[in-house]
């Protein structure tokens, strides 16, 4: 009877050591698992970092922005770029008759590692302000830039990326791509149209609405 128990008692402290042993080796999995957790986020994250995209307005050369224009037509502009957007503002158009044009061509580039898209644009159905000058000021105004809304307008405006004729909102096009070490161009293009039957007395400025560029990276 003896023996039983003292084998009994031997069986019993056994489990127990098991157990323990056992719950001893669970944690320390559980700590080397969030260890390698912890590891593969920082790479993660240092990948990220490294495989970004950037977009790149060139200043100078064979890819700077340019402007053109037919008839009597001139262009001025500003543009930017600020976290993953191209800002084009103050963007102002001189046109005297129909027929007349101004356009400006904007090459950008993405000088990052990872490719990217156009996803977002806004400003592209804003409206035209007009200003002219003289006693012939409002009447000169209306013609070229019609009402408050621009109904009746002489003069109408288009922007293109990569030769897409582009409307407000999300694209939805991810074939409107900036692939790493691509170049391509955004163009915006001012017309006199045709149709019109008045022309200005004076010369009137049409400043055009800030127009905004969104890109994110292809996933």
């Known amino acids: 009877?003896?023996?039983d128990l003292q084998q009994a008692r031997s069986d019993r402290r056994f489990k127990i050591v098991?157990?323990?042993?056992?719950?001893?080796?669970?944690?320390l999995l559980s700590i080397a698992y969030l260890l390698l957790a912890k590891q593969?986020?920082?790479?993660?994250?240092?990948?990220?970092?490294?495989?970004?995209?950037?977009?790149?307005?060139?200043?100078?050369?064979?890819?700077?922005?340019?402007?053109s224009s037919g008839g009597d037509g001139s262009v001025?502009?500003?543009?930017?770029?600020?976290?993953?957007?191209?800002?084009?503002?103050?963007?102002?158009?001189?046109?005297r008759k129909?027929?007349?044009?101004?356009?400006?061509?904007?090459?950008?580039?993405?000088?990052?590692?990872?490719?990217?898209?156009?996803?977002?644009?806004?400003?592209?159905?804003?409206?035209?302000?007009c200003t002219g000058s003289g006693i012939n000021k409002a009447n000169d105004e209306s013609i070229v830039c019609g009402d408050s809304n621009n109904n009746g307008a002489s003069v109408k405006y288009t922007i293109t990326f990569d030769n897409d004729v582009l409307t407000n909102?999300?694209?939805?096009?991810?074939?409107?791509n900036l692939k790493k070490d691509?170049?391509?161009?955004?163009?915006?293009r001012v017309d006199y149209l045709t149709t019109g039957t008045e022309i200005p007395m004076n010369d009137?400025?049409?400043?055009?609405?800030?127009?905004?560029f969104v890109f994110q990276q292809v996933m």
């Open 1 to 3: 009877m003896e023996k």
């Open 18 to 27: 098991t157990i323990s042993s056992l719950v001893v080796i669970v944690i």
């Open 40 to 67: 593969l986020t920082i790479k993660g994250t240092t990948k990220v970092n490294e495989t970004g995209w950037e977009i790149e307005i060139p200043k100078d050369g064979e890819n700077a922005p340019t402007t």
């Open 76 to 95: 001025t502009y500003e543009v930017e770029t600020r976290d993953g957007v191209m800002i084009i503002k103050n963007l102002k158009v001189i046109l």
């Open 98 to 129: 129909p027929g007349d044009f101004g356009e400006l061509t904007i090459p950008i580039k993405n000088s990052g590692k990872s490719d990217a898209y156009l996803s977002y644009v806004s400003g592209v159905n804003g409206i035209m302000t």
């Open 169 to 176: 909102g999300t694209t939805g096009i991810r074939d409107l």
């Open 182 to 188: 691509i170049t391509k161009n955004v163009k915006i």
């Open 204 to 212: 009137v400025t049409v400043l055009l609405p800030e127009v905004d």
